[in-house]
């Protein structure tokens, strides 16, 4: 198993950056800079999976409650080495603001 996830490392240590040591000053944990570098860590992991068959755009955008909570589980999930974790509603929230992702 470890190896597996050593093969793509990316994940845990962006996640691991953002959720431990930016979001554990509490003034940035709640801004638009928190929420970029989320975003952008979510993104680039989305780059690198190979989803067959797409993400499901079809779903109904999150609220921005909604949106932060997922994004600090999955992070934190990446950054304890779950970097199989897939949000199908939050990346196609993400994606559906962003535009589509350029492999």
């Known amino acids: 198993m470890e190896d597996f996830l ?12 953002i959720e431990n040591h930016v979001a554990a000053s509490s003034k940035l944990a709640g801004t638009d ?24 755009r079809h ?10 909570e997922r994004l600090k589980t999955l992070l934190q999930l990446w950054a304890n080495g779950c970097t199989c974790a897939v949000d199908e509603d939050l990346f196609a929230d993400i994606l559906n603001r962003h535009g589509p992702v350029r492999h």
């Not at 050593?6 to 950056?17: T, V």
């Not at 779903?59 to 932060?68: E, F, G, H, Y």
């Open 6 to 17: 050593s093969q793509d490392p990316f994940a845990g240590r962006a996640a691991d950056l």
């Open 59 to 68: 779903k109904a955008p999150l609220s921005q409650t909604a949106r932060t």
């Open 33 to 56: 800079i928190w929420y970029q570098a989320a975003e952008d860590c979510v993104l680039a992991r989305i780059k690198s999976l190979r989803i067959l068959g797409g993400l499901p």
